[in-house]
């Protein structure tokens, strides 16, 4: 029942902007984008969404296809602590909804 | 910046014995969830909490599993009769009135033996 497909692990060289793609081809008009991502078996952190509209936040930013198809999560200059496993996640935008299905998601490693 | 905070944060248990995990949501949140995740595997929903009751669950919440906001700030998540299968990372998370996302709180490792 994925609603969403992203390659299973990538590498970054530290300081470089790491670029995670994520495709969800199947998205609904009222469904937005979340990105969480998990370091190491600590809790998921939220760290980006939108719906059709490129976002920015002090993380990262979230660009998402005219068709809304498919979108990249950009961290703009990759640490080392941003190795994590990070999730994409569509979802329709309701408080308190259990709709947030985590998949298997990108293991981003970031090489020094 | 507020965060949510869960204890212990690893625990072990025979099987058979009961466990009580606990979490302290952020101050002002509403919303309550616990979640599972075995090791290697995905993180996944076990039950939702809103207005002191539960409002889904999943097929994984059976009979062995309880929730209860005891006062104005605990959050538990009880397991009956712990089974070897119950070992796994549990997390708690919450969200306010609007928010967009969820808090995560770092997890109890819960290990059956």
């Known amino acids: 029942d994925a609603k969403t497909t992203q390659p299973p692990s990538m590498d970054c060289a530290e300081g470089r902007a790491a670029n995670l793609p994520c495709n969800h081809s199947?998205?609904?008009?009222?469904?937005?984008v979340y990105w969480y991502r998990q370091i190491h078996s600590q809790g998921p952190q939220y760290i980006i969404h939108?719906?059709?509209n490129n976002e920015t936040n002090e993380m990262a930013s979230l660009i998402i296809t005219e068709d809304r198809k498919s979108s990249t999560l950009i961290l703009p200059h990759a640490t080392l602590r941003d190795t994590a496993v990070y999730y994409c996640?569509?979802?329709?935008?309701?408080?308190?909804?259990?709709?947030?299905?985590f998949g298997t998601g990108t293991r981003l490693t970031v090489i020094p | 910046e507020p965060e949510v905070t869960q204890t212990p944060s690893h625990q072990v248990t025979q099987m058979g014995q009961e466990v009580i995990l606990r979490c302290v949501p952020i101050?002002?949140?509403?919303?309550f969830y616990w979640y599972r995740q075995i090791l290697g595997q995905k993180v996944e929903f076990l039950v939702s909490?809103?207005?002191?009751?539960?409002?889904?669950k999943s097929e994984i919440f059976d009979d062995q599993f309880s929730v209860e906001r005891p006062d104005g700030s605990n959050f538990t998540l009880k397991i009956r009769s712990t089974k070897l299968e119950d070992s796994a990372m549990y997390f708690c998370?919450?969200?306010?009135?609007?928010?967009?996302?969820?808090?995560f709180g770092p997890g109890t490792r819960l290990t059956v033996t």
């Open positions: 996640i569509v979802r329709v935008d309701q408080t308190g909804a259990n709709n947030l299905f």
């Open positions: 998370a919450s969200s306010g009135q609007g928010d967009r996302f969820r808090y």
């Open positions: 939108g719906l059709k």
């Open positions: 101050s002002n949140h509403l919303y």
């Open positions: 909490f809103y207005n002191n009751e539960i409002s889904e």
């Open positions: 199947t998205i609904s008009g009222n469904e937005y």
